[in-house]
Each structure stands twice: as C-alpha cells, then as structure tokens.
C-alpha cells in the first residue's frame, strides 16, 4: 500500500447527497480534498446511476482506480440498491463486510449496512448513515474510551452507546422534526423569523421542561401559546422557547435511559450542537461537539482501511 490512497465517500440520504473526494493516509485517517453536493434520494426518479457519475466523472478521470462508499438512504428500499440491517451490536469490520458491493461503468461502489436494535425501551429501531459518525470520531481518538454516549441531533435524533469498539445499541427521538412540525403547522409559532433565536427564552423551555417532572411534554406545549397571548413572551421568542423545551426533554429522556454516562459527544452541525450542548450541561452532563463532516469522513476511512488498505 502507497502511504496516500484516493477514494470517494458519499452520505446520500432522503434530502441532500454529500460527496467527498479523500485521500487515506497511513496513519488510518483522511483528508477531504474536495466537496461536491447533488439531491437526495427522494428527489431523484430512481436516476442515482446517472447522477452520481455526472458528479464523480471529473474526480474519477484523475483517479480512475478510486473505489467509492456510499451511506445512507441509497441503501434502503427508495435508494439505489438495497443494504441490509445488521443486528447490533456491530463493530467497524462487521459494518464493512456486511457491505453492498457492485460495479457500475467499471468503477467499484459499496453501499454500507444500517444497523438494527432493540432499543432501551424496548422498541425496534434502525438506523442508516449515521454510524459512520461514531466510528470516524473513535477513529480520531488516539485512545477511545471503553464506553462514550452519543448525540446525533437532526430530523432524528440518534442516542447512541458505543461500548468495546461497537454500536451496542441506540434510540432514535423524533426531536428535530417535532418541533418541525409544531413550529409550522400550530398556533404555538407565529413568528418564523429564523434570526431571532434568543437563548434566554430557550433556556426558558428548558426550565419548564425540567419542571414537568412526571408530567409529559403534552402538558408542557400549549405554554409557549399563553406566554404570548398574556404578554409573558414576545411572539418572536416563542420558537427558541419551544426549541428549548423539546430539547430537554430529549436529554432528560435519554440521562433517565444511561443514568451513567457524565459526558455526551454531540455531532451535529454547529447551531444545533450548540443548543444541545447548552441542555447537557444544564444538566451537569459534559458535552463534547464536533464537525458532522469531517467526523464521518473519518469513520469512512476506518471502513477503506478494513477493506482496501
């Protein structure tokens, strides 16, 4: 093996497709050396062959030998090829070989597994893409620890442990597009201004959600509406007090779930790990946050280096 070896790695999910061309160094890492972006699974025609090599044909006629890995919803039923669920828990080398692999036009394509669980709470859960997100960030740690607790905010947000080198198991909270929806479709928000996030208001929501105790978010929502019909908050705030609430009551979820765990890295883009990490440490939980992006390119690396390197 070269000490510098080209691929391509690609997050493809439902709304947007990431792809990275990376150069594998020897000592397991990655560097990316240029970003490109396309649509997401459910806005393509079932066109994906077309539309990923229109945006890896440059890349591929400097480094035509470069294999690619591919990630998220293009392995599900909707996306290019189907990738099977491994059961966790699931190690680095598990994950790659339970790989899709195929040629299209000469060139050597893997769509990676999602992982499947029993949650703690007794429910069925999936996930796809967002493993590579741990294992990148174990990957960069020069010593990892035994065990470490994992945030992934988004649309879903995936609480995730990883114990002994493997995702022994995860959640899956419907945080993100809750308040999505909440925040579109109710009369909680009539304010939509995206600059006006005001972090008093938001840590406001996490006072009220800690307040709940045994109580349920239900009994919580309809708050942010009499704040502002009685004058106790501006209408432009009522979103950031929203966030706050559905927030915290996420964390104090999850800390109920791994009542052990002291420290959270968060991995998530650099607003929304803010406000997480604001909660964690509300609730003296330390929170660790990285770049989503050049975390999982690093968990892409671990996976060429169990099977090209």
């Known amino acids: 093996m070269t000490n510098q070896t080209t691929f391509i790695a690609g997050d493809w999910g439902t709304s947007n497709l990431r792809l990275y061309l990376c150069e594998y160094r020897a000592n397991g890492q990655s560097q990316i050396l240029e970003t490109r972006y396309g649509p997401g699974v459910s806005q393509l025609n079932g066109d994906f062959e077309e539309k990923i090599f229109s945006l890896i044909q440059p890349w591929l006629a400097h480094h035509p030998n470069a294999p690619v890995l591919l990630s998220g919803m293009i392995g599900s039923t909707i996306g290019w090829k189907e990738a099977p669920y491994l ?40 996930m796809r893409g967002e493993e590579l997100q741990m294992l990148g960030w174990l990957n960069s740690q020069t010593t990892p620890p035994s065990e470490q607790l994992f945030a992934l905010p988004g649309t879903h947000n995936k609480w995730t442990m990883i114990r002994g080198q493997q995702v022994e198991n995860f959640l899956t909270a419907f945080t993100g597009e809750l308040f999505a929806l909440l925040k579109n479709n109710s009369i909680l928000v009539t304010n939509h201004d995206e600059l006006s996030f005001n972090h008093e208001s938001f840590m406001l929501g996490v006072s009220t959600a800690e307040r709940l105790g045994s109580a349920s978010l239900l009994h919580g929502l309809f708050s942010t509406r ?23 009551t996420d964390v104090i979820g999850a800390r109920s779930l791994w009542p052990d765990s002291s420290s959270v890295v968060v991995i998530a883009e650099q607003a929304l790990s803010e406000r997480y990490a604001s909660v964690l440490e509300h609730f003296d ?25």
Do not use: H, W
């Open 87 to 126: 059961t966790c828990p699931a190690s680095v080398e598990q994950i790659a070989n339970g790989r899709l692999s195929f040629t299209a036009r000469g060139t050597s394509f893997s769509i990676l597994a999602g992982l499947r669980t029993i949650n703690p709470l007794g429910n069925p859960d999936v």
């Open 226 to 248: 009499a704040k502002q019909v009685l004058g106790d908050m501006p209408s432009a705030d009522a979103q950031a007090y929203l966030s706050g609430m559905i927030i915290a």
């Open 285 to 309: 939980l330390n929170a660790q946050c990285g770049d989503p992006a050049s975390i999982a390119v690093q968990g892409y690396a671990a996976i060429y280096q169990q099977l090209f390197a």
